[in-house]
Structure formats: C-alpha cells, structure tokens
C-alpha cells in the first residue's frame, strides 16, 4: 500500500526551492519527488507556475552575473571578463564575422531571420542568383551556330572534336 500522497502544490513549491538553491531541471524534480518531464508539464499548464519559475530562473541569472563581475573585477578570469564585455558591450565587443563567397553555390536556408540579417540574406540571395553560370563549349557552340557566322558548323565540329578528345585522354 502507498504513503500519503504530497500534494501537488507542495511538490512545486519544493521544485521551485530546489532550483532556485542552483538545482538543475531534473534534480529540482528529484527533490520534489516527480519525474523530470513534470514540472514542464506544470509550466505549460500552470500560468502561475511557470510565472514563478521564470522568476527563479531570472534571480539565479542576477546572482550568476553578480559573482561572474566580482570575479572579472578581481582579476579572477579573463575569460569571465571578455564574456561580460562581450554581452553587456556588444556594440563596441561583439564578435565580428566577415564571409566570402566565390564560385557557384547553392543557398538554403531554413532559420527564421529578421530585420538586418533578414535583410543581409536577401541581398546575399539577390548576388548569388545574379551569378551567370559559367559558359560550356558546347552552349558556346550553338549560340555561335545560331548567328550567321559561315564557318559556324566547322567551329562547333572542330569544338566537340576537343571535347571528344580529352575525354579520351582521361581514360
């Protein structure tokens, strides 16, 4: 036979607790004695819930950034220093990327971009269609043989003979 069963309020507020003393998702759940898929059951449910929980996760956000300051003003870490230069700085310390693009290429992207990345793909969409696909002799062929030039059939003849013998020569 089971034990009393703890109501769900209690178990939530022991899972807020948890998580608000650093627990992860699942030790949170642990503590409050569910299964780890839970208390993101209560969240998507429970507006109140997941209202509190953005407040845990927020407050942990506040403390983690007060101790990563005081490290970085201590000189305790460079790379906690940069990382905060980086987020609270980043006009002037973001991370700058510049690519290239040469030759053909195809562009398929799947994420949803906006405002100046969104802006940023179109034109980059916009340049690469604007490529011309590099001519073929035999395409460069036909469109000699189209005009009225007299020896147009020969050069076409004499084009495709080329043709024909390099593919020869690679065997």
């Known amino acids: 036979m089971k034990g009393p069963t703890v109501p769900t309020c209690k178990r939530k507020r022991a899972f807020l607790d948890a998580l608000r003393k650093g627990c992860t998702v699942r030790s949170a759940a642990a503590v409050a004695g569910v299964n780890r898929t839970t208390p993101y059951d209560w969240r998507k ?30 000189g305790e870490s460079d790379t906690m220093t940069i990382f905060l230069l980086k987020t609270r700085g980043p006009d002037c310390y973001k991370q700058r990327t510049r690519v290239e693009l040469s030759g053909s290429a195809r562009l398929d992207v799947t994420h949803s971009l906006t405002g100046e990345a969104a802006a940023l793909l179109e034109e980059l969409r916009r340049r690469v269609q604007a490529v011309p696909e590099p001519p073929t002799l035999e395409g460069e062929a036909e469109a000699v043989e189209g005009e009225t030039a007299p020896d147009a059939a020969a050069l076409k003849a004499a084009l495709l003979a080329n043709v024909a013998k390099d593919d020869e020569g690679e065997d």
């Open 45 to 74: 449910n429970d507006p109140a819930f997941a209202e509190e929980w953005k407040r845990v996760e927020d407050l942990a956000v506040a403390e983690l950034e007060r101790r990563a300051w005081a490290r970085a003003l201590d």
